[in-house]
């Protein structure tokens, strides 16, 4: 399955001339264009879908679906094996809490 999920961006950086932005999705952390979404800045939720930026979410919005996405199991399927990776060092460390900072798992 292939689907649009929102992620938290983290940093951004023109890289050869396109705006490109790490983005955190619940622990996984991905490079992502943003030149569709050309006005994002860090710290603002945004909706990707391979590998670019679509449009602005809100907070509450993407993490309210990050965390249906994670209860059915899309986060996990769309990730693979990052996402289990990231979620067993959430784990070893204890429960995660708001605003922890994310744990970058490199793709």
Known sequence: MCLAVPGKV???EERDGT????VDFGGVVKEVCLEY??????GEY???H???ALQRL???????????????GLLEEEFGDPWRAA???QRADGVPQPGDAPREVRL
């Open 50 to 52: 391979v590998g670019f």
């Open 58 to 72: 809100d907070e509450d919005s993407a993490r309210r679906t990050l965390e249906l996405f994670e209860n059915l």
């Open 10 to 12: 983290l940093r951004i």
């Open 37 to 42: 979404v050309p006005d994002l800045r860090v």
């Open 46 to 48: 945004t909706i990707v």
């Open 87 to 89: 979620e067993a060092e």
């Open 19 to 22: 705006r490109m932005a790490s």
